[in-house]
């Protein structure tokens, strides 16, 4: 049956707009870009009204209304938003920073927003001055922050050990560091400008990580799109009129021109002044226009010369931050030399304390020849326990044990290694002052001082020269307070080392206490040397000055104070050295897990008329005490495979007597909660006197 005519009519129009519809441009229904938005002030933000602004949404947009795309802003936290983009629940995430890390997990555009670095803001008063001073420290860090990551790389590299807060935003960091949850902050150098004058926190002077901004995408989605915003790009950043250019003049230049504010007086002197041109504008319509002519070139001139002088500030500025941080990185780079120097110096004396070793073995019928040989083996041994010791210096781990000294006992006592460390065609001599007050300061320490100048003197003259070392005693008043901002009036005791050697210029002094920094060649120092003479006489609140110039010699001049509780004079009269007390039959408990330790330990106290029991683990060593409950003493490592030894004494019986020892305490213990706790400290490496006058000293303090 034929279909009615108006029927057919209709479907024919039905099927004509089903053909146009089809027939539509794919950009007519274009899809909405879903992109990623955070609070990161003046990259990207919301106000209260919910609208995006900033530099990367300026840009974008105008992007966006070029090409007619749908832009669909999704306002999150910056660690969901990295999670949201890899997974492809947002397209774009603006303003991410660049690494290596990133660049595996998302795309890139090609084309740099803007260039950012990192820095550490402190508490007002927090004494940090560098990032050792970190250690031990709270640091609160925007969570997946790319400045954070490399913070942790570099607190690894530099073996500090930090506790990290993570918090969702700059403004939670800068609000931990005010109420006193964290200690530290990392914060990017842009949100600094806005932020840091809201709360009461200071910049440090440790900036790292600089690193390129741009917009982030989905990996392997958006190629098209990527390459159409990087030609954007290109063309905006060739415009100096561009809304590129724009949007950096206006959320990063004009915070500085908003905060000028006029000030009353302005007004006052403007009036007079209008007043003044009002009675010369009466008096000579010629005079007025030339007045007006000359205002106004003289007006430009001053806008122009006040443009060009705010833009050499900034860029001068600019300059300064980015080569702190490449400074910074300098730094990092160079604990790769101080590895290198420092195995050269182990290995010489690995070398010397194996081949001594290896001759005895030959030498076992000649009992004089096996004497010299151990004795170089212990004069070896010593050494390498002194290179530890001046590592530990350095890096401010090493506690100082003060004592009554006399610098000429010191002096003495080192001299003859001094001797044998310069070279043979130099002319030692040690005028020892009459009368030398005594300081209080750690031996050992200023035993190092001696040997780091005396080395660096001898490498001075390598053909010959005079080698003088002198104390004295000085007082020196407020006058002299331009030699050292440090110093504090009053006695000292003045160490002077003076060669004839090749001396120095001034740019070489200007650096010589700089960690790492050495004039010798590759692998013939590790640039410590007069960095741990500097940390040593700072940590004894004492100072040095310096003179030396080019072929006429170097004196360094050190100053100590005089200790204060005892201001005597040194004695002629060196202490008589005790003999190694012997044990009575008391039973001791040796725990290490080092066998060679733990032999050397045992068998030094079984010569001495000790009974002895061994353990290499927290376990074994409880389990001996279980056994054997009457031990008088135990002598533990600090660290063991299992626990520590503060571990094993801490459920000991009442009035036990305890030594424990390290090669490093580190951040476990330190010296003061182990004499807190009651127990002695034997710090390693020891002597066999050291071992023997330590344990008779606890078994017989009751």
């Known amino acids: ?73 999704v306002p999150l936290i910056f660690s969901d938003g990295l999670d949201m983009l890899e997974t492809g629940a947002i397209d774009i995430l603006v303003s991410v920073g660049v690494n290596a890390d990133r660049q595996q997990l998302f795309d890139f555009n090609s084309i740099n927003i803007i260039s950012n670095w990192a820095r550490i803001y402190l508490p ?7 990032i050792l001073d970190l250690n031990g420290r709270t640091i609160a860090a925007v969570r997946d922050d790319i400045h954070y990551s490399a913070f942790q790389k570099q607190t690894q590299l530099f073996g500090i050990n930090c506790v990290f807060e993570e918090l969702d935003s700059y403004d939670a960091v800068f609000a931990a560091l005010t109420d006193g949850t964290a200690e530290a902050g990392i914060v990017n150098r842009l949100v600094a400008l806005r932020l840091a004058p809201e709360y009461d926190v200071i910049p440090s002077d440790i900036i790292f990580n600089p690193i390129e ?34 949007a950096l003049m206006r959320w990063i230049e004009s915070p500085v021109v908003e905060k000028s504010v006029i000030q009353p007086w302005v007004f006052w002197v403007m009036g007079i002044t209008l007043l003044i041109l009002g009675l010369f504008i009466l008096t000579s319509a010629r005079l007025r226009i030339s007045i007006r002519r000359r205002t106004s070139e003289l007006a430009a001139k001053r806008r122009e010369y006040a443009y060009e002088r705010k833009l050499r500030h900034r860029t001068e500025e600019e300059r300064e931050k980015i080569q702190a941080a490449l400074i910074q990185s300098q730094k990092m780079e160079a604990v790769g030399q101080l590895a290198g120097g ?11 304390i194996l ?33 530890t010791q001046q590592l530990m210096v350095f890096s401010r781990r090493h506690e100082t044990q003060d004592e009554i000294i006399c610098l000429n006992d010191v002096i003495t006592g080192v001299e003859k290694l001094l001797r044998h460390i310069v070279r043979a065609n130099i002319n030692f001599n040690f005028l020892p002052g009459e009368g030398i007050l005594e300081i209080r300061g750690d031996h050992n320490q200023l035993e190092q001082v001696m040997m780091n100048l005396a080395v660096n003197a001898s490498d001075a003259m390598p053909d010959g020269g005079n080698l003088t070392i002198k104390t004295e005693n000085i007082y020196l008043d407020e006058d002299h307070y331009l030699m050292n901002a440090d110093f504090k009036p009053g006695n000292y005791v003045c160490f002077s080392m003076e060669d004839t050697g090749i001396g120095m210029n001034k740019e070489t002094i200007a650096h010589i206490f700089e960690p790492f920094f050495s004039t010798k060649p590759e692998g013939k ?11 040593v006489v700072k940590s004894h609140h004492g100072f040095v000055n310096v003179y030396s110039e080019p072929d006429k010699g170097t004196v360094f001049r050190i100053y100590l104070p005089v200790s204060e509780e005892d201001a005597g004079t040194c004695t002629d009269n060196p202490p008589k050295m005790q003999p190694d007390p012997s044990g009575k039959n008391e039973k001791i408990l040796v725990v290490d897990d080092d066998r060679l330790v733990n032999d050397f330990a045992s068998r030094v106290l079984r010569s001495r008329d000790y009974i002895v029991y061994t353990a290499e683990s927290l376990a074994t060593a409880q389990e001996t005490l279980k056994r054997h409950a009457d031990i008088d003493l135990i002598v533990s490592d600090v660290v063991l495979p299992d626990g520590t030894g503060m571990d094993l004494v801490h459920n000991l019986r009442p009035g036990t007597r305890v030594i424990l020892s390290s090669a490093y305490v580190g951040s476990l213990n330190n010296r003061d909660k182990i004499a807190g706790s009651g127990y002695h ?8 006197s050291d071992l023997l006058q330590a344990v008779r000293r606890m078994i017989d303090d009751t």
């Open 681 to 688: 400290y034997l710090q390693k490496p020891y002597s066999i």
């Open 124 to 130: 007002k008063g927090s004494g940090v001055t560098s």
């Open 342 to 352: 420092v195995a050269h110096d182990f290995n010489n004396l690995l070398t010397g």
């Open 213 to 246: 901004i741009r917009f982030a995408f989905t990996k392997g989605r958006h190629t098209e799109l990527i390459s159409t915003i990087d030609a954007y790009l290109a063309e905006m950043k060739a415009d100096p009129d561009s809304i590129y250019h724009q």
């Open 525 to 535: 120092g590790t640039g410590l040397g007069l960095a741990v003479v500097y940390g």
């Open 355 to 387: 081949g001594y070793a290896e001759m005895t073995l030959y030498d076992l019928d000649d009992k004089e020849q096996i004497k010299e040989n151990i004795t170089e083996v212990i004069h070896a041994g010593e050494r390498a326990a002194k290179l």
């Open 1 to 73: 049956m034929p279909l009615p005519i108006h029927r057919l009519i209709m479907g024919c129009l039905a099927s004509i707009l089903f053909l146009c519809a089809g027939a539509l441009p794919a950009h007519a229904q274009t899809p909405s870009i879903r992109v990623g938005i955070y609070q990161n002030h003046p990259q990207v933000f919301w106000e209260e009204d919910g609208k995006p602004q900033g530099i990367f949404i300026e840009v974008l947009d105008s992007i966006a209304k070029a090409e007619s795309w749908n832009i669909e802003y």
